[in-house]
């Protein structure tokens, strides 16, 4: 899925899963021209430890008015009502995700997220 951001700023992206629980959070941060714009290719599943785990991104934050973003060229709210709903949210989780509201993670859910980005080996002190 490619969120595109037009114009300055930060934005805050929550995964949830179909029982609305934070998976992952991004920030996304651009910096330019006021006429800047800036894509994203973001994950719809995640590779945790117990297994693939279908995800929604939710829009829940960004640095002001003026700047906007689009998932898949679509507004955020309409994108991940539709996403939660294609992989069987509850009602109240597509109310709440089509809102932007997502838990915020705490430091005791961060662990299961298995990854095998280029970074990986820097996070426990090795070199790849």
Request: with cysteine; charged share 25%.
């Amino acid at each position: 899925m490619e969120i595109a951001i037009h114009g300055e700023g930060t934005i805050v992206v929550r995964f949830i899963n179909k029982k609305g629980q934070t998976l992952l959070e991004e920030r996304l941060a651009v910096s330019g021209s006021t006429t800047v714009q800036a894509r994203r290719i973001v994950p719809v599943e995640l590779e945790m430890t117990g297994g693939k785990e279908l995800v929604v991104p939710v829009l829940v934050q960004q640095s002001h008015d003026g700047q906007r973003v689009t998932f898949d060229g679509k507004e955020p709210a309409t994108w991940t009502r539709e996403r939660c709903r294609k992989i069987g949210c509850p009602r109240s989780v597509v109310e709440e995700a089509g809102r932007g509201s997502a838990p915020a993670l705490t430091r005791g859910q961060l662990g299961g997220f298995l990854s095998d980005g280029p970074d990986l080996s820097r996070l426990g002190g090795r070199e790849g």
